[in-house]
C-alpha cells in the first residue's frame, strides 16, 4: 500500500512511475500535465500509447468487452490533439480511422488507468513498455529512487482504497444549527488523500434498533455554496433536520465529490452539459461510468462506530446494495428529496432514468 500511496503522489505531480508486470515494465504517466510524449518516449525506448477506459471508448462510438484498451500515439503529436483524443466530445477526424490500432489493454496497462482514477486525474494514461536497450538506465534509475515501481496487481486493485486500514484521526463538538447536539468524527484513508467525516447526532447511548443514517457525498459547489445545478446543498440539510427529527443517528460526509470523478473531473463534465449533454454521458465522454463511488470506506465508518444495523435516508438503490454486501443490516429506506427547480431538473431526471435513483415521487410533482 505505501508503495501505491507514493506513486500516486508522483503521478499528480507529473512524473512516471513504472508498473511491473512479470518481465514487462510499463511506463507510466498522467495525461494531465503533460506537455509533449517525446520524454516518455526517450525513456523507454519505445513510442507510448494513450490507454482510454471503455466509457471513453464507447462515448467515441466503440464497444470494448475490456475494461481499457491501448491506442499507439503517432510520432509528434500536439498536446491539442492528446487532451482531445481522452476528452473531446467529438474528434478532429473520423474515430474509425484513429482507433484502428487499438489493443485490448494488458494487466500493466489496467493497473496504470486505475492508478489515475485513484489520483482523481482523467482516466487516460501515457504508457511505454520499456525496450531491452532501456532496461539498465531504468533499473539504474529504480535502484537510486528516482524512479518507483509498483506491481501491476497492487495498481488494479488500488481503486478500493485499504479496506479495514480507515483511521480514526479527531473528534469534536460541532453544534449545528438543524441538530445542535452533533460531534463531528474524522477518518483519513492510508494514502491521505481523501478525509471522511461522520456526524454523529444525539446520544448513541440511547439509539435503540437500527440507526437513522445518511449516506452523503461532498459536493462543494451544491454543499457549499448553494449551486443549483443539483439539489445536493438542500439534501445535506434536509438530512441533518430529518435525523434529528427521528432522535438521532449519523450522515456521514463522504469524500467522493461527483460521483467519485472528483471536483476537477466534475467542473469539466459540467462544460460539457453545458453543451447539451446529460450527467450520465458527460462523465461518459471523460472516460467514467455512471457511478465510480467506493462505499467500503463507509462501511468500515460504520464499523468503528460499532453500526451494523441503520435506516437508512436515500433515493440510490446502489447505496443500499453496497451495504449490505458490506455486512451492514439496512432494516428501512426512507426518501430525502430536495426541491426541483428549473437549473436542476435534467440533472434529476438523468438520476431517475439512467441512475436508477428512486425519485418518481418529487418528479411527477407529489411533493
Not at 59 to 74: D, F, I, Y
Amino acid at each position: 500500500m505505501y508503495q501505491i500511496e507514493r506513486a500516486i503522489f508522483d503521478i499528480r505531480r507529473g512524473l512516471p512511475v513504472v508498473v511491473n508486470a512479470g518481465e514487462q515494465r510499463l511506463l507510466v504517466q498522467a495525461l494531465e500535465g503533460s506537455e509533449s510524449v517525446e520524454a516518455l518516449a526517450l525513456l523507454a525506448g519505445d513510442r507510448p500509447s494513450l490507454v482510454l477506459t471503455r466509457h471513453r471508448l464507447a462515448a467515441m462510438g466503440m464497444s470494448l468487452s475490456t475494461e481499457a484498451a491501448s491506442l499507439p500515439l503517432a510520432a509528434q503529436i500536439s498536446t491539442n490533439e492528446l487532451h482531445g483524443l481522452a476528452t473531446a466530445e467529438t474528434l478532429s477526424q473520423p474515430a474509425g480511422g484513429l482507433l484502428s490500432g487499438l489493443k485490448p489493454a494488458g494487466i500493466a496497462e489496467l493497473g496504470a488507468v486505475t492508478l489515475m482514477r485513484r489520483a482523481l486525474l482523467i482516466p487516460a494514461a501515457l504508457c511505454a513498455f520499456v525496450s531491452e536497450e532501456a532496461t539498465a538506465a531504468i533499473e539504474q534509475q529504480l535502484a537510486e529512487g528516482r524512479l518507483l515501481q509498483v506491481s501491476a496487481e497492487d495498481a488494479t486493485q488500488c481503486l478500493a482504497g485499504a479496506p479495514g486500514m480507515l483511521k480514526r484521526v479527531s473528534e469534536a463538538n460541532i453544534p449545528l444549527e438543524d441538530a445542535a447536539d452533533s460531534r463531528f468524527v474524522l477518518f483519513r484513508e492510508p494514502d491521505g488523500l481523501r478525509e471522511h467525516v461522520a456526524v454523529v447526532i444525539g446520544k448513541p447511548e440511547r439509539w435503540e434498533g437500527a440507526v437513522p443514517l445518511r449516506l452523503h457525498s461532498a459536493c462543494l459547489t451544491g454543499d457549499l455554496f448553494g449551486s443549483l445545478r443539483c439539489d445536493c446543498g438542500e439534501q445535506l440539510r434536509n438530512a441533518v433536520a430529518d435525523i434529528q427529527a427521528m432522535g438521532g443517528g449519523v450522515l456521514l460526509y463522504l469524500a467522493q465529490e461527483g460521483r467519485g470523478i472528483g471536483l476537477a473531473n466534475k467542473l469539466r463534465a459540467y462544460t460539457l452539459q453545458d453543451g447539451g449533454l446529460d450527467t450520465v454521458d458527460a462523465d461518459q465522454v471523460l472516460g467514467f461510468g455512471d457511478d465510480e463511488r467506493q462505499y467500503a470506506v463507509a462501511v468500515d465508518m460504520l464499523n468503528a462506530l460499532n453500526i451494523d444495523q441503520v435506516q437508512l435516508l436515500t433515493n440510490n438503490p446502489l447505496k443500499m446494495e453496497a451495504l449490505r454486501q458490506g455486512g451492514i443490516e439496512v432494516v428501512s429506506r426512507q426518501a430525502l428529496y430536495g426541491s426541483v427547480t428549473d437549473h436542476n431538473q435534467r440533472y434529476l431526471n438523468a438520476k431517475a432514468t439512467r441512475g436508477g435513483h428512486l425519485l418518481e415521487d418529487v418528479l411527477s410533482g407529489q411533493r
